[in-house]
Structures are given as structure tokens and as C-alpha cells.
């Protein structure tokens, strides 16, 4: 079957813009990446440090990409610097690079809050750790979760624990007995968790 033309022809600006994307983001690599290579040479850091720059950069490269190669090689090679045990004063990194300290230390606030955040453990693990130490079943867990993920708003900057107690709880159509085992694997109290669960939309 012949391609109409104006489908040939989107298809073919769909391929260009992959294409310059693509390249776009192994151009800002490789200058990222010889940044970073210069950098450890005058500071005087193992090769080790900028591997591990490296990869940092790659896995987080939505985060620090959009900024000048200088202030993300110079943020990311401070902040695995201390990481790795060999930290070194911001100044050191600053007199080898023409990054402003004002830009590199936001992009390593921006990178150590994207670490933190991809560390941090998710809502559903804590309802599975509290289920497995109370013993519930996996329906009740995914009950519990469903509670959560309607009431992400309410549930923002609150204790997870808590939280995921207060909708386990719920779940289990408040159940007496269960509250109070569930304040105990949660290390919290029964009020906080029946405050809590007053405040989640079943």
C-alpha cells in the first residue's frame, strides 16, 4: 500500500526531531563529560570520581541537563567528591572552572533532592511492610493503597506512616482490635491514626 505524501512527510519531520534530540543530548554529554575530565585533572581527583560524575549525570540528566556543562560538572564532581569520602571545598572546584558558585550550588541541591527523592520509599511500601507486620492480606493491601491514591492532596507532608495505618485500617472496615496493633507496628497511637483516617475519602 503506497504512503500518501503528507504522512511520508510527517514521518520524516518525526525522525529529524528524534534525531536532534538524540544528538542534542550526546553533544551536551560529551561536554559535560570533558568538563568533568578537566575539572578532576586540576583538582587533582581520582578517575574514579569522575566515573561515578558520570553516571550520576546520565541517570539524572533531566535534572541538571538544561544547565551549562561548567556548573553541572562542577556541582556533580563536588558533590561525589564528598560521597566518596575525598570532599573538597567548593573554592577548589571554583578556581578551576568559570561557573558561577551561586548556579552550582543550586544544581547540587536539585541533584541531592533528586537522589533523596529516588531513595525515598513509596507510600504503597510502607501499607506492605505494616500488612506483613500485622498480617494482612494482599487484598487488604490493595484496598489500603487505592485509599491512598485518592487522597494524595489531604495526605501530602504526613507522617507515612501514619497514613499508611490510618488506610489499612479503613480497609479493614475499622476493626477495634486491629487499631490498636496497628499503632504498635506503626509507632504511633491510635488517636493520630483515627485522626488520620477521618481525614482520608474512602
Known sequence: MAVKPEHGARWRRLAKFHRD???GYERRLSAIGAELKRIRECVGLSQSVVEEAEALVKRYFDVVG???PEVVAVAVLW??????????????????????????RRVAWRLKEAVRQSRRPS?????????ARVNLP????????EILERNRRVLFGKNPWVSAAAALWLASFKKLGLLKALAEASGTTT???????NRLRV
Open 21 to 23: 534530540t538524540l544528538h
Open 138 to 145: 494482599a487484598p487488604v493491601v490493595k484496598a489500603a493503597v
Open 79 to 104: 558533590t561525589v567528591a564528598k560521597v566518596a569520602g575525598v570532599p573538597r571545598p567548593l573554592e577548589d572546584f571554583l578556581k578551576c572552572s568559570r561557573a558561577e558558585e551561586r548556579r552550582v
Open 123 to 131: 507510600i504503597e511500601d510502607y501499607v506492605k511492610t505494616l500488612a
Open 66 to 68: 538544561g544547565f551549562p
Open 191 to 197: 488517636a493520630s491514626i483515627r485522626n488520620a483516617a
